[in-house]
């Protein structure tokens, strides 16, 4: 879906937050897209994140 190296945003419903968040990404080998869920790696949190439902990705930038 993207290069290594991509960085953008990626907006979907947390429940743990319980409202709809957006946060910076940086994909990677470890990312991925499944049919539920969005492995990335946010760049604020420093660590991999899961986004359960749909969700919403801009590309912003592609470092690949």
Do not use: P, Q
């Not at 290594?4 to 968040?21: D, F, L, M, Q, W």
Request: proline share 0%.
């Amino acid at each position: 879906m993207f290069k290594n190296g991509s960085e953008g945003k990626i907006t979907y419903y947390a429940k743990k937050h319980n409202k709809t968040i957006t946060r910076e990404y940086k994909w990677d080998d470890k990312c991925k897209v499944e049919d539920d869920y969005i492995i990335y790696f946010d760049l604020s949190a420093n660590n991999y994140r899961r986004a359960n439902g749909s969700a919403t990705i801009t590309e912003v930038k592609n470092n690949g």
